[in-house]
């Protein structure tokens, strides 16, 4: 697969009510490593085998929350013709000057029918996973401090205009439609999953009254027995877990959902199969939604539905 | 010391040490339906009213928690703990949960 357009989930940006107490989780508990803090007092963090600067970035605020999700795009032309097509789309787009996140190029920024803010950038520092890139070992030390995870995955975002995000991430931005649940009246979409690549979804959104809110910010574990040991570690260290362990059936990925000491969501995510563009959508009808987020358990646990920040 | 924190409409008390927040106290109760959701002040589902005692408070998200609400003591639940005994009501999505007889949920 010839990967162009958008690469992946760049960055993060969220909102946590103690500065202090949220730097102990994300380095310590959650265990990405922090790689700088800036003038406004932003303190930024990548997952250890990540190579560049920055993928989750904390700042402190008297809400809880998402400010903007940022997409790493393939070059600089990318990032023009990307601004251009979404300003003949219809959208309005705004350009952030280098340098304003930490180790990070010009910004493209717009936000989403839903109320989200999305960015996409080309430059990003490269600071490397601690490994030599030649004869590289498989993990460093990195890798035992707490949770651990290997990447930001994806995000689960909860808005209003379901329907208008898919179009513009289809139409424009180059994703395709790996999985949805159907709405109760089987019309539209309450739910959707996109990816950009051969993932399983790069970002999901699901169909809610109010804009702009978190769902969830997804980290990548390497195996299910990676994911239990995240469960241990949370646990070990009184986390709020929301579900699991368990599996869900959209995506057939492994996970644990729990919320950050300000009642961000946050998910440890492993597996998921791996779709090519051509794939055709996998429907979930609404009565069996309770199967696709818990496979095991058939169960729509409310809080999946309800406790958004 | 536990104090002992009681849910007016629901006629009910239950003992919570001050380094627990009301909301794990009223977890424990294990009446059904209680929504704990995220536990950090940020989701605004476990919004109370303390109607009489102290009590001291973590930071909270000001999505959920207006100047107004402060004013009246307005706050989520998950991020205030108990001072001395204290009186409460509990309002927004847990008032259904808690007030409503099983028997109709």
């Known amino acids: ?309 | 010391m536990p104090h002992m924190v009681r849910i007016e409409e629901a006629g009910v008390s239950y003992a919570c040490a001050p380094r627990e927040s009301l909301l794990e106290g009223m977890h424990r109760l294990g009446l059904r339906g209680i929504p704990v959701g995220c536990r950090g002040g940020g989701c605004g589902v476990c919004k109370i009213e303390v109607l009489a005692g102290e009590f001291h408070t973590r930071a909270m998200s000001r999505e959920h928690v207006s100047d107004d609400d402060v004013a009246h003591q307005r706050l989520l639940a998950c991020r205030v703990y108990p001072s001395s005994d204290l009186s409460l009501k509990v309002i927004g999505k847990l008032q259904k949960k808690v007030c409503t007889p099983v028997s109709v949920r």
């Open chain 1, 1 to 309: 697969m010839a990967m162009t357009g958008v690469l992946r989930p760049g960055h993060a940006q969220v909102r946590v009510l103690d500065l202090e107490e949220s730097v102990h989780f994300y380095r310590d508990v959650l265990g990405l490593v922090e790689t700088g803090r800036d003038a406004t007092g932003r303190v930024y963090f990548k997952c250890w085998d990540e190579r560049d600067h920055s993928s989750y970035v904390i700042r402190q605020a008297d809400s809880a929350g998402l400010d903007f999700f940022g997409w790493r795009v393939l070059d600089k032309a990318t990032l023009d013709r990307l601004d251009a097509d979404l300003q003949a789309y219809g959208i309005k787009t705004e350009r952030i000057p280098a340098g304003e996140m930490l180790e990070t190029g010009e910004r493209v920024r717009f936000t989403l029918p839903s109320g989200h803010v999305m960015e996409l950038y080309a430059e990003k520092t490269k600071v490397g996973n601690g490994i030599p890139l030649v004869n590289p070992a498989p993990w460093s030390k990195a890798r035992d401090h707490g949770i651990a995870p290997i990447r930001l995955d994806h995000a689960l975002l909860y808005g209003p205009n379901v329907a208008e995000v898919q179009k513009i991430f289809t139409e424009v931005l180059g994703f395709y439609l790996v999985e949805r649940v159907l709405t109760p009246d089987g019309n539209g979409n309450a739910a959707i999953w996109l990816s950009c690549g051969q993932k399983v979804h790069d970002v999901a959104f699901a169909e809610y009254p109010e804009p702009g809110k978190l769902h969830h910010c997804s980290f990548l574990m390497e195996s299910w027995d990676q994911v239990l040991r995240a469960g241990d570690i949370m646990s070990m260290n009184t986390v709020p877990v929301d579900i699991g362990p368990t599996r869900h059936g959209v995506t057939r990925g492994c996970t644990i959902y729990a919320w950050d000491p300000s009642g961000n969501r946050f998910e440890t995510f492993f597996g998921g199969h791996l779709p090519y563009p051509d794939y055709e959508t996998m429907t979930w009808t609404f009565d069996n939604f309770g199967q696709g987020l818990d496979y095991p358990q058939r169960k729509l646990h409310e809080t999946f539905l309800t406790v958004v920040s």
